[in-house]
């Protein structure tokens, strides 16, 4: 294709916006990250800034030797993300796959029940009065996994319509002829068929289960079930926290000013890192779930 | 007698499929079913010590009262208004970009723009609330200190002055979702065939005149649909940006307050059942016939997008 003169000006036009799109995007994680390494002091004179004025380690130090705390709640969060994921994945993939299956009577009656729950919600109140007071959830690590995010309509529907696309009916029908029985068909040649959806689903389901707070807002009293965001909430509400008994005793001198605010921050730096990590692997994936996703409900 | 051979052998075969969707289906039950025949608590004053079942039924009048408040009309308003305004720039701005992304030269700078426009919309709304704060609050924030003070203009209390959120959630919504919500259009104008426009350049049609008269006007479906079926959600709202972004800050409600946060409000923080219930109550109702008109009409511009 041969470029004219106008063309590659509008593709660097193109590229000079795009990158000043993309550094408005990126700005405000800078700005924590510069202010998780910034000195307490300079931080309370000037203020959050891209270019402090003394650098500092104190921030990540500190929470180096205080680790009880932000260990316990990485903990949490990383046992809730892969338990939550796993089952998720699993359910919605056990589910999906006899809804697929247009031989079998109830497929329809079952995607019925499934959409269903994607129009019409019975709303909080009834949902939070079910959960606590039939199944007591309160203050358990159940509470962050079971309520709300475990199979999601929307998801089930997704994986569905991958069986019905992707994996024809002969092979099913050979793998009957051969003996197999349908769990054995499910597990053996539908699970590993369907890897590159359930994969899909499952980073959006991860990506669901370290954000989420809002479980724990509601069902969660006991800091101890504090994952990481919960965490965070707990320390921007009460600056005062970090300066308890148990904190101060562990610098030793209680006069010492603790970084309180760079503390924060690098605990924001540190909660997002696993996303960070992940998103090269986990652009592909969203791209192709999202168009999927809008595309077809 | 042969038919209940039958019947039974059919039932064995179904058996193993049912069995593989029980767990979900039990899920489904308890955690969307149940809370749908609970809807009724909306109708009951609820006395703890009567139980939930025990207590008397009030008819209407929880919803008379709520609808007698000024929080009925204040959530209803904010909830439809930031709605719509998410609707209508965000789309703007997603298309901008999936049409400048779609121009550039090389597909490794695309790749790259992509990852670091999706990640504002792959972080937590506590993350995001941190980055606001970072920016806004009164004492340290970046924009009193670094650039409010510098310029010798007022610094202003951010959490304190209700007048200002509606700007900056609207912005901090787009921050957020619009290079995610480009990842549609950037693939569809991906999939737009290349001849039209080469037919069109050989005309003498410029970029700019390609973009209004071709790629636009074939958008204009895709943008149709995803608009409707947004409008279908407009009496939802996302509760961690109305509430957890602006620190719950009782001084910003007025332009905060969304129909999700006075449920959790009224719920938690109130203690009062039957106000939030109702209000839960009238939002699903709301919701639920707004879908159903949105994807009758949906349903007339193109079928193949319905949702049902």
């Known amino acids: 294709m041969i470029q004219t003169r106008g063309e590659r000006t509008f593709a660097h036009f193109s590229a000079i916006v795009m990158t000043l799109i993309t550094l408005a995007a990126f700005l405000p994680f800078i700005l924590i990250f510069v202010a998780s390494f910034t000195?307490?002091?300079?931080?309370?004179?000037?203020?959050?800034?891209?270019?402090?004025?003394?650098?500092?380690?104190?921030?990540?130090?500190?929470?180096?030797?205080?680790?009880?705390?932000?260990?316990?709640?990485?903990?949490?969060?990383?046992?809730?993300?892969?338990?939550?994921?796993?089952?998720?994945?699993?359910?919605?993939?056990?589910?999906?796959?006899?809804?697929?299956?247009?031989?079998?009577?109830?497929?329809?009656?079952?995607?019925?029940?499934v959409f269903f729950t994607m129009l019409f919600s019975g709303g909080v109140v009834p949902t939070y009065m079910m959960w606590t007071k039939i199944f007591h959830i309160k203050d358990s690590l159940w509470a962050l996994i079971v309520p709300s995010y475990l199979i999601s309509g929307f998801n089930v529907l997704l994986v569905r319509n991958y069986y019905k696309n992707?994996?024809?009916?002969?092979?099913?029908?050979?793998?009957?002829?051969?003996g197999a029985s349908e769990l054995k068909t499910f597990y053996r040649i539908m699970l590993p068929l369907s890897i590159?959806?359930?994969?899909?689903?499952?980073?959006?389901?991860?990506?669901?289960?370290?954000?989420?707070?809002?479980?724990?807002?509601?069902?969660?009293?006991?800091?101890q079930y504090y994952g990481v965001q919960n965490l965070l909430i707990q320390l921007m509400n009460n600056i005062q926290y970090l300066k308890s008994d148990q904190a101060s005793s562990?610098?030793?001198?209680?006069?010492?000013?603790?970084?309180?605010?760079?503390?924060?921050?690098?605990?924001?730096?540190?909660?997002?890192?696993?996303?960070?990590?992940?998103?090269p692997f986990l652009q592909k994936y969203l791209t192709k779930g999202v168009v999927i996703g809008a595309v077809k409900g | 007698m042969n038919a209940t051979i039958a019947k039974r052998r059919e039932l064995k075969k179904m058996m193993p499929l049912l069995l593989l969707a029980a767990p979900g289906l039990l899920y489904l039950l308890i955690n969307n079913y149940i809370p749908m025949l609970g809807v009724f608590i909306g109708f009951k004053e609820v006395d703890f010590t009567k139980g939930i079942f025990g207590s008397d039924w009030v008819g209407l009048n929880n919803f008379k009262f709520l609808f007698n408040t000024s929080d009925a009309f204040i959530m209803t308003r904010n909830t439809?208004?930031?709605?719509?305004?998410?609707?209508?720039?965000?789309?703007?701005?997603?298309?901008?970009?999936?049409?400048?992304?779609?121009?550039?030269?090389?597909?490794?700078?695309?790749?790259?723009?992509?990852?670091?426009?999706?990640?504002?919309?792959?972080i937590s709304m506590v993350v995001l609330s941190y980055l606001v704060f970072a920016f806004l609050n009164s004492d340290s924030g970046f924009i009193n200190l670094s650039i409010l003070r510098p310029l010798g203009l007022p610094e202003i209390s951010w959490?304190?002055?209700?007048?200002?959120?509606?700007?900056?959630?609207?912005?901090?919504?787009?921050?957020?979702?619009?290079?995610?919500?480009?990842?549609?259009?950037?693939?569809?104008?991906?999939?737009?065939?290349?001849?039209?426009?080469e037919?069109?350049?050989?005309?003498?049609?410029?970029?700019?005149?390609?973009?209004?008269?071709?790629?636009?006007?074939?958008?204009?479906?895709t943008i149709i649909i995803l608009g409707l079926l947004s409008v279908g959600r407009i009496f939802n709202s996302d509760f961690g940006l109305f509430y957890q972004v602006p620190m719950?800050?009782?001084?910003?409600?007025?332009?905060?307050?969304?129909?999700?946060?006075?449920?959790?409000?009224?719920?938690?923080?109130?203690?009062?059942?039957?106000?939030?219930?109702?209000?839960?109550?009238?939002?699903?109702?709301?919701?639920?016939?707004?879908?159903?008109?949105?994807?009758a009409i949906v349903r007339k511009v193109n079928a193949d997008n319905a949702l049902f």
């Open chain 1, 39 to 113: 000195d307490e002091s300079a931080l309370i004179s000037n203020g959050y800034s891209y270019f402090p004025e003394k650098w500092s380690l104190d921030a990540y130090v500190y929470m180096y030797t205080t680790a009880s705390t932000f260990v316990r709640a990485y903990g949490v969060s990383f046992f809730v993300t892969i338990v939550g994921t796993a089952v998720s994945t699993i359910l919605t993939a056990m589910l999906a796959y006899p809804m697929a299956r247009r031989d079998f009577k109830l497929h329809n009656v079952l995607a019925f029940i």
């Open chain 2, 248 to 295: 719950n800050a009782g001084a910003l409600y007025s332009t905060t307050q969304t129909i999700d946060t006075y449920v959790y409000r009224a719920l938690i923080q109130l203690n009062d059942i039957g106000m939030s219930a109702a209000a839960g109550l009238y939002q699903s109702l709301v919701g639920f016939i707004l879908v159903l008109i949105v994807n």
């Open chain 2, 199 to 221: 037919a069109a350049k050989i005309d003498g049609a410029g970029k700019l005149k390609q973009i209004f008269n071709i790629t636009l006007p074939l958008l204009k479906p």
């Open chain 2, 80 to 122: 439809i208004l930031y709605n719509l305004a998410f609707i209508i720039l965000g789309t703007i701005c997603s298309i901008f970009i999936a049409v400048l992304m779609s121009e550039l030269l090389t597909k490794v700078y695309s790749k790259f723009f992509q990852s670091g426009l999706v990640l504002p919309n792959l």
């Open chain 1, 166 to 178: 992707n994996v024809p009916v002969d092979l099913i029908e050979s793998a009957q002829i051969d």
């Open chain 1, 196 to 223: 590159p959806v359930l994969v899909t689903i499952g980073l959006f389901t991860a990506l669901t289960y370290w954000n989420d707070w809002i479980n724990a807002l509601y069902y969660i009293t006991k800091p």
């Open chain 2, 159 to 197: 959490y304190s002055e209700a007048k200002y959120w509606p700007y900056i959630l609207v912005i901090i919504q787009l921050w957020k979702t619009a290079g995610y919500g480009s990842i549609v259009y950037f693939a569809f104008i991906a999939g737009i065939d290349k001849s039209i426009y």
């Open chain 1, 250 to 279: 562990m610098i030793g001198v209680g006069a010492v000013e603790l970084p309180s605010t760079a503390v924060r921050m690098a605990m924001a730096v540190i909660g997002i890192l696993p996303i960070l990590v992940v998103l």
